[in-house]
């Protein structure tokens, strides 16, 4: 630094008759930070530094400009210091996507001097492209750091990282080449580093840290040195700090970052379709994607879909996966190599769970391990960035990661280990699924049930919440069991599922599961089995898919097959199944014959879970489409007549749940009628009773019809209030377009009645609750209960 500024600073102060304190303390200048300017030592006073001291001096005109300007010209005459062994290293030309990222980085690059200095600890799994984005970043925002940019590779994966002490002694001797000899204690020479950096704008990586003993005595107190940290390990400990947490990137990212390497690579569908491959096989990993693009880039001879088609093949993945010295496993056994014992072990079995993501509790059948130690292992994996935990106690393997841990553990565990592991978790999932399902059994507590210390499914809500959360992981194992004829297992499975079933309506694979367990009947030749699990899937195609053409079809195969068996009341709930497909698919008269013949056969086996439940609802709702709304309503109230008779009613349950879904079906019709005020008393009492909790749908329903009706009677404020009861409910179950139909419904009330045309009012309920007004409101298809299936 040029010292005539220092010296024109002592110059206007001795002016102003101040001491370096009176200055400091007018000005927000630390003492020390003057001495060092009016010396000469300071390398490039910061522009803010500069304007304070001109305001505690009262400059103003060509006083404060030669002030201000002399400053410029010091940062002008001064470049930054030759960083030598921390020299910056090349950015990557092509880098591509991380706009929050970059967006972040730039908002903490301007630190106040005498703010706490930025820190950014950037982490993730191998591969994923943290230390790119530093070095970019810091290059980008270079010119906001006059006095140098430095790079440190703290050589965190190695068995020896580098010594902090060593990293100091180069960064004081970068910032301060005359500085006297450096003290031997780690404490001293940190504190001389913050001394010597607290002035200076600079930025620096610390990249591949070790852990937080390793970069704590590098970071700078207070001024505007940017450090940027970059780490496998998620450096918890580190108070104080920005964390960006980097993840693949977004698929359009992706594919534009292999476009831009690929060169000579034209738009067409092909190869847009073989870039979209390309990208998917890499499991958009940075690192994946680079090799890929450099591979093509030196082989012309190669083309994408070939390539495509190579890394398709899992056993070639990771082989492939290599362009020079790039290498993705290379990057994996870094991380691998750092795990303790137990972490490696967990690490190579979490490749065999069924499904994308693990809870603790599986890991831990998994591991073989207890689940303190499980959680220990957990934890050193998602610090050192091999597993992904992206909420709370689930866990994720990264595709390429997950093929790695596979290879590990083909390499290290023998193969009869490997099935015993994998069978373990396996069971232990179905196990698990068949004790939640039995939860939702009227009489669950005769039902034998798994039991397991990790889980406890000890109330319906404990477990809605595992088979929710475990859905992929026990469907995959379902699937699992399926392809190595575990036929009597699916079929257990799949029954525990059916009092849940309408719980979850809208999760979208049921139609697969009563696929699996039908089609075990079938290959069993279980003929009452399979025509119980085709009348399940006829529920399935009804309810979930929209599917009538194969509602009807599975419901007439299962008739069929409960012929062969001679079951008489599957036959019947076939006939009663078949009626709801009919009447969803718009042919209510054909519906009618099939649900009293179906009625016939309930009375014929005393069936009355399926005659009060099942049958009169669909009867009920036939008469009602054909145009025969009395004889419809008188239908209903007998439902509701025989569900509270203690002579004709099923089990205490079911004729709880046949109360409410009775009145439910009167309700709709006095409002289908315009019947507002019938339609609120029967709904009101209805929508309180106990059962219509279990059933959300019907809860929502019936809330949606309460808010139309009272809309209709001026009563708008407990309108409103029905109404988002009715969106908060189907927001919870998942369904986006009743949630969207019932606020366009809301939008039409008005601080006071109007009216409203009746036909549009009625088009936007149906569109909130299609089941409510298109089709049978019993157990299988309204999306009511599986509890209304037919039950075992």
Known sequence: ??????????????????????????????????????????????????????????????????????????????????????????SIPDFTGRGQEMSR????????????????????????????????AVIDLSGR????????????????????????????RALAPDHSRLPLDPVDRAAVYRSVAAERRIAVVLDNAADEAQVRPLLPATGPVLTVITSRRLLTGLEGVARLRLTPLPGAE????????????????????????????????????????????SRPDWSPDRLAARLEDEERRLDALTAGDLEVTAAFELSYGQLSGAARQLFRRLSLMPGPHSG???????????????????????????????FTARYRLHDLIRLFARRRLEQEEPEDERAAVEARAVDWLLDTAITAGHRFHPDHSCLPGHQDDRVRLDTPEAAQHWLMTEADSWLAALELAAATGRRRRVIDVAEAMHWFSDRWIHWGHWPRVFTLSSQAATELADHAAAATHLNYLSWAHNTCLGDTAGASDCARRAHTEAVAAG??????????????????????????????????????????????????????????????????????????????????????????????????????LHSAQGQWHEAVETLEAAVAWEPASNIPQWQAQMYATLGRARRELGQVERASGDVDRAIAIYRQIGDDTAVRALQALRDTFHPAPSPLDSGNGLRALRAASPEAADEPRSAPTAGSTGALNPPP
């Open 1 to 90: 630094m040029d010292s005539s500024l220092g010296a024109l600073v002592r110059r206007l102060r001795h002016a102003a008759q101040l001491t370096l304190e009176e200055l400091s303390h007018a000005s927000g200048v630390s003492v020390r930070a003057i001495g060092n300017l009016e010396r000469g030592e300071s390398l490039g006073p910061q522009r803010a530094t500069m304007t304070a001291l001109a305001d505690a001096l009262r400059l103003t005109g060509e006083a404060r400009d030669e002030l201000l300007g002399a400053a410029r010209t010091g940062r002008r005459r001064n470049p930054a210091p030759a960083p030598g062994l921390m020299a910056m290293p090349r």
């Open 105 to 136: 980085l730039t908002s903490l690059a301007d630190g106040a001097p005498d703010a706490p200095a930025p820190v950014v600890v950037i982490s993730g799994q191998p591969g994923v492209g943290k230390t790119s984005l530093a070095v970019h």
């Open 145 to 172: 750091f006059p006095d140098g940019c430095f790079f440190v590779d703290l050589r965190g994966m190695e068995a020896r990282p580098l010594d902090p002490a060593v990293v100091l002694e180069r960064l004081i």
């Open 254 to 297: 992706a594919r534009g970052l292999l476009e831009h390497l690929i060169t000579g690579l034209h738009g067409t569908s092909r190869a847009t379709d073989a870039v979209t491959r390309l990208a998917r096989s890499c499991g958009n990993l940075p690192l994946a994607l680079r090799i890929v693009g450099n591979r093509l880039a």
């Open 360 to 390: 603790p509790e599986l890991a831990a059948v998994l591991g073989g391990l207890p689940a303190a130690d499980t959680e220990d292992a957990l934890d050193e994996l998602v610090e050192l960035g091999l597993v992904q935990s992206g």
């Open 567 to 668: 079951d008489l009341r599957q036959q019947a709930w076939g006939d009663s199944y078949l009626a709801v497909a009919l009447l969803k698919g718009g042919d209510p008269q054909g519906a009618l014959p099939l649900a009293a013949r179906a009625m016939r056969g309930f009375r014929t086996v005393n069936d009355r879970e399926g005659l009060v439940m099942h049958a009169l609802s669909t009867l009920g709702r036939a008469l009602e489409r054909t145009g025969k709304p009395d004889q419809a309503l008188r239908a209903y109230r007998r439902r509701l007549a025989l569900a509270s008779d203690p002579a004709t009613a099923p089990s205490a349950v079911i004729a709880g749940m046949t109360r409410v879904s009775a009145a439910r079906d009167i309700g709709l």
